[in-house]
């Protein structure tokens, strides 16, 4: 059985990954241009396919059928070719999104909802919102709600953003401020890469109950399956095939004082986990052509720090890495969001007397307390966990590998 998604850039969907985990199908990429999609759809070797941007409209006009939610939705989602030979649309975003509100614990009932932008994501979003109850207020760019009166909607208790504002790799952008909604309860995010947009961030900041787009992605391509394989999938995939992309896909970045452990560790960590290893320090150097020493030497700890961040933004926006920092990123604010994006932050704990200050312009010249003290609470706001780093590295790296997976 052949199956596939198709749309005009594909190379960075998890699709391919979450259909593996759901049945045995072979699951390819079609990329097409607008002019080669009557062609593919009326002769293209496949059984079924998932569509995504900007083919979920323009599709319709090719296809013989379509299943009462796809009408509804004027948007298909997936296609499945019957034993006739002829081509029925679903749309299994309505499931997915619905499941997505679920999962995030929102109440939406009677509540004012904004969804951002209005493109096929925004028209399932908004029907399915008031479906379950919710006044949703499209804001769109040339609407009559738009961006530049959304103090009319100050009131409203959710937004959902159905735009690719903040989406990699244009990452750190945000369509709207959510101080702007004194009643704002939560912020659903429909983009899934990063796991945590510039939206979901600054919602983080106000303690407002966030959701990316993953767990809608995987529900719909559950129920996507289902079509094509016209076997009932328990909705326990779901969560199960969710918690495995996120292992695989967010990045575990290191923190902590010069010397600490965090590229002996890294690399350790990084084979356990099967991922890459990024030495944040080992990059700026390769950035800046010359050593760190040479850099402080050179330009000061400010240019130093400007690269460093750099750096940091790079690697940030990728996805399943380890990052090990340099000792002081914690000193610069926004380094914090480009971590974060897509990482969980680990804090890496030593006695001070034994850190190294081997090839460390500041633990040379200053006193490690002394930077401890001022450091602290920095390290403390970057951190989602706190690891001791007192035994050898593989202890290390095996309690970090401990907490990921309770957290997952
Ligand atoms: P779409 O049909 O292209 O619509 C996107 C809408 O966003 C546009 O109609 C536009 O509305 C608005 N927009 C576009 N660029 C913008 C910009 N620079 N600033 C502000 N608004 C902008 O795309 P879609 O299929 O609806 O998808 C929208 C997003 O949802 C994408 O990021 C997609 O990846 C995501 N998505 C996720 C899932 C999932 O399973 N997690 C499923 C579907 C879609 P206006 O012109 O009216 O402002």
């Known amino acids: 059985m052949k199956c596939g998604l198709l749309g005009r850039k594909l190379s960075h969907s998890y699709s391919p990954k979450i259909h593996s ?3 045995s199908y072979d699951y390819v990429l079609f990329e097409k241009e607008p002019e080669e999609l009557e062609y593919f759809l009326k002769n293209g070797d496949f059984s079924g396919i998932n569509v995504t941007i900007p083919y979920k409209k323009k599709v319709i ?3 013989d059928d379509l299943s009462p939610a796809a009408k509804e939705m004027g948007a298909v989602n997936t296609i499945v070719r019957r034993s006739d030979g002829s081509l029925i649309g679903h749309n299994t975003d309505c499931f997915g999104f619905s499941s997505m509100v679920k999962k995030s614990g929102l109440q939406v009932a009677g509540k004012k909802v904004l969804v951002l932008g209005s493109g096929g994501a925004s028209a399932t979003a908004s029907a399915v919102l008031q479906k379950m109850g919710a006044h949703a207020v499209i804001i769109s760019r040339s609407g009559e709600s738009n ?3 959304l103090h009319i909607h100050a009131d409203a208790s959710v937004i959902v953003n159905a735009t690719p504002v903040g989406m990699y790799p244009d990452t750190g952008i945000s369509p709207v401020n959510p101080d702007l909604f004194l009643k704002l ?3 659903l995010d429909l983009i899934y890469n990063p796991a945590r947009t510039q939206l979901l961030l600054d919602a983080e900041k106000r303690n407002l109950k966030t959701e990316n787009g993953l767990w809608m992605l995987v529900a719909q391509a559950k129920e996507s399956a289902e079509w094509f394989t016209g076997q ?3 909705d326990t995939r779901i969560a199960e095939i969710y918690s495995a992309l996120k292992s695989q896909t967010e990045n575990v970045v290191l923190i902590g004082m010069p010397g ?8 350790i960590l990084a084979k356990k986990m099967q991922r890459r290893f990024a030495d944040a320090d080992t990059a700026v150097a390769e950035k800046a052509g010359i050593s760190i020493p040479e850099i402080f030497e050179k330009f000061g700890e400010p240019g130093f720090r400007e690269l460093e961040t750099a750096v940091l933004a790079e690697l940030g926006k990728q996805s399943g890495l380890v990052i090990a920092t340099g000792g002081g990123c914690v000193t610069m604010e926004q380094n914090y969001p480009l971590l974060h994006q897509n990482g969980c932050i680990f804090w890496l704990q030593r006695e001070l007397s034994t850190l190294s200050s081997e090839g460390r312009p500041l633990s040379k010249s200053g006193n490690p307390e002394q930077m401890y003290r001022i450091r602290k609470s920095m390290y403390q706001s970057f951190a989602d966990h706190t690891v001791d780093n007192n035994g050898t590295a593989e202890e290390c790296a095996q309690k970090i590998c401990s907490i990921w997976e309770a957290n997952l």
């Open 21 to 23: 985990m759901l049945g």
């Open 61 to 63: 006009e090719y296809l």
């Open 147 to 149: 961006y530049d009166n």
């Open 185 to 187: 309860e939560g912020v």
């Open 232 to 234: 009932k999938i328990p």
């Open 260 to 267: 600490c452990g965090k590229s002996t560790v890294g690399p």
